[in-house]
Nanobody
Framework: QVQLVESGGGLVQSGGSLRLSCAASGFTFSAYAMIWYRQAPGKERELVAGISSLSGVTKYADSVKGRFTISRDNAKRTIYLEMNSLKPEDTAAYYC????????????WGQGTQVTVSS
């Protein structure tokens, strides 16, 4: 079955960096776009960054452009989210999802990893 397992979250000071990972199994990883979303308490889940299946086309939320970088390693069946210059407003649970395209909401999600940025 499809499994997505996020890791790498934690507590970091404002201005710091974290790298999130999402390990995938149970499907042909290279055939799907992969997307990072986040959800802060009391807010809707929002797209952070997405990467297409083969061409590596990326999409970012305006709020993270220039600070976050999404990448994928199809051989390792893993996607990454490199987060730099973190701000308190980046505090949220981060989820990876499997999708048919970077513009399409995922139909499978991981369990999430918490990122907390202190001021």
């Amino acid at each position: 079955q499809v499994q997505l397992v996020e890791s790498g979250g934690g507590l970091v000071q404002s201005g710091g960096s974290l790298r999130l990972s999402c390990a995938a199994s149970g499907f042909t990883f290279s055939a799907y776009a992969m997307i990072w979303y986040r959800q802060a308490p009391g807010k809707e889940r929002e797209l952070v960054a997405g990467i297409s299946s083969l061409s590596g086309v990326t999409k970012y939320a305006d709020s993270v452009k220039g600070r976050f970088t999404i990448s994928r390693d199809n051989a390792k069946r893993t996607i990454y989210l490199e987060m730099n210059s973190l701000k308190p407003e980046d505090t949220a649970a981060y989820y990876c999802g499997r999708s048919s395209g970077v513009e399409i909401r995922p139909n499978y999600w991981g369990q999430g990893t918490q990122v907390t940025v202190s001021s």
